[in-house]
């Protein structure tokens, strides 16, 4: 049976029937679900900011090597990206609170080891288990969100589950900051395992599991390692693309590899009993703008909240506990906006607040190209704040649109897909962001270096310079005179802004883009296959 089949064979039978009604106690109660998944789903959140603020520290105290800290970040992202579809199809044959379950286990667990670990190496290994098991937990809580609420509720549900990933998010530096400064580097991990208990015990007096009647049977494992292999080579590609040079054999042959990869991945699907992606989904027009405009979104917020973090720390000169404190608009407005964003899709369905969330985004990536050395707390705060404001609607529009218009006996998959959209997009717009930076960097450093009368610097010292300066770093010598020291971080913090005002004005033009994507969504098709109306 053809994937095309497979899927109009499913989309023409039942599902709410294969779907036990809600029950009345605890297991299976929604809201107690969601609150059980959030758990889950907070740790995974956290960690993709918060270890951040600890890698200075892992790099002291065991003597790691620039490389190795970037192994810390990469193998975990590489990891997670690579799993989330296939983690998604697990959960669509074992169920969804099973593969939950192993996935908080497994994270919580490789966080204490984490904590334990005295080499760099072992640090490296643990995170990519992290990475594994977190990619269990995502898309599984939203396929338990998907059976357990009904088609009325499931957007504000999606609504809370976007707030809490997006409050986590930005709140990794702040919590990070407190963890390292006032307890140690292994607390950024140990922390993960008193949350991952609560949500191991709460998830086994709560959550139910729920099968679909047409849930897969078999795997297709030929699906499962051409998708690893492409995701692999694209996300390895556009993370070591700014170190090797975007036009440099090995970046293009990463790149290329994973074009055929994915080409060949999507013909093996058409001749498959029960592939891992059934390529009919994507004839759903609202679920494909739906994951373009997840990239786009994540594009956007990855790409731009990395510069913020510098912007803050190396320019300003904030610590990280501050530079945090400073987002708390972005956070807090995320919290507040996520919800109402909830009930306003479920009103008036996905397509304008989407569009609006959008139009928000680029207003406000407009706005943050403003930004200067001098630029004050309120004006900064106003457009972190319009951006959560934009944001929160398309994390959970978008969201619903992905998993609402995909059959019930694949909402692991669409809810992986949704995942790796965002993993993608934010892979993505770090890259191009940082290669908009460096260009920029590279062509203007010179001319503002030879503007402000400084000694001149040999092609080699100026690369070495235009390196420090992209992240926003004077490089000033250790016997360098005060006044010299002065002109130096000027000419730096300035050419870092131009850099950025770039940067952020092709965010921007993403976020417009999306927006016209946009009007592509509707509301979810298959919605109401999960719990049966009227049951909360």
């Avoid at 100026?462 to 002109?487: R, W």
Wanted: with cysteine.
């Amino acid at each position: 049976m053809t994937s095309q089949t497979t899927v109009e064979k499913a989309s023409r039978e039942p599902r709410d029937t294969a779907v036990p009604a809600p029950a009345k106690g605890l297991r299976g109660h929604p809201w107690l679900t969601l609150f059980s998944v959030a758990i889950g789903v907070m740790m995974v959140a956290l960690d993709g900011t918060i270890v951040a603020i600890a890698n200075p520290a892992i790099q002291k105290d065991l003597g790691a090597s620039l490389a190795d800290v970037q192994w810390i970040t990469n193998g975990y992202m590489l990891a997670l990206a690579v799993s989330l579809i296939t983690a998604g199809k697990l959960g669509d044959r074992f169920g969804h609170r099973q593969t939950f379950l192993i996935g908080v286990v497994g994270f919580a667990a490789a966080s204490g080891a984490i904590g334990l670990s005295h080499s760099v190496a072992l640090v490296i290994v643990f995170r990519v288990l992290q990475g594994l098991f977190g990619a269990l937990l995502m898309p599984a809580a939203l396929g338990l969100l998907r059976a357990t609420f009904p088609a009325e509720k499931l957007n504000m549900a999606i609504g809370i589950w976007g707030m809490v990933i997006g409050a986590s998010t930005a709140g990794g530096p702040i919590l990070g900051g407190v963890l390292v400064e006032h307890v140690s580097w292994q607390s950024v991990f140990f922390i993960n395992v008193p949350v991952g208990v609560i949500a191991l015990l709460l998830g086994l007096v709560i959550l139910k599991d729920h099968r679909a009647e047409n849930a897969p049977r078999s795997f297709d494992v030929g699906g499962i390692v051409l998708l690893s292999q492409a995701m692999f080579c694209l996300i390895w590609a556009l993370i070591k693309g700014s170190e090797w040079g975007w036009g440099d054999y090995r970046t293009l042959g990463f790149l290329g590899a994973a074009v055929v990869l994915f080409v060949v991945f999507a013909f093996s699907q058409k001749n498959v009993r029960e592939p891992l992606i059934p390529l009919g989904m994507f004839r759903s027009v609202p679920l494909s703008a739906g994951a373009v405009l997840m990239v786009l979104m994540a594009f956007a917020f990855m790409g731009g909240l990395f510069f913020v973090t510098f912007y803050l720390q190396n320019v300003h000169g904030l610590s990280p506990i501050d530079s945090g404190l400073h987002l708390l608009p972005l956070t807090g407005m995320m919290i507040v906006a996520s919800p109402l964003a909830g009930a306003l899709i479920t009103k008036f369905g996905p397509r304008v607040p989407l569009v609006g969330g959008m139009v928000c985004t680029a207003v406000a990536m407009f706005g943050m190209s403003q930004l200067d050395t001098g630029t004050g707390t309120l004006t900064m705060s106003i457009w972190f704040g319009l951006l959560g404001l934009g944001l929160a609607p398309v994390m959970v529009g978008a969201t619903e649109v992905i998993v609402g218009n995909a059959p019930m006996e694949l909402s692991g998959v669409a809810g992986g897909l949704q995942q790796a959209a965002m993993q993608v997009g934010g892979s993505l717009g770090t890259a191009v962001l940082g290669a908009v930076m460096a260009s920029q960097v590279s062509s203007k450093l010179p001319d503002n270096w030879k503007a402000a009368e400084l000694p001149p610097l040999s092609p080699q010292k100026m690369d070495q310079a235009s390196s420090a300066v992209e992240v926003g770093i004077p490089p000033v010598g250790g016997n360098v005179p005060p006044e010299v020291a002065g002109k130096i971080a000027g000419v730096a913090h300035d050419t870092f802004v131009s850099g950025m005002s770039t940067a952020f004005m092709v965010a921007g033009i993403v976020a417009v883009v999306a927006a016209l994507v946009a009007t592509l969504t509707k509301r979810g098709a298959n919605a109401g296959a999960g719990a049966g109306a009227g049951h909360i």
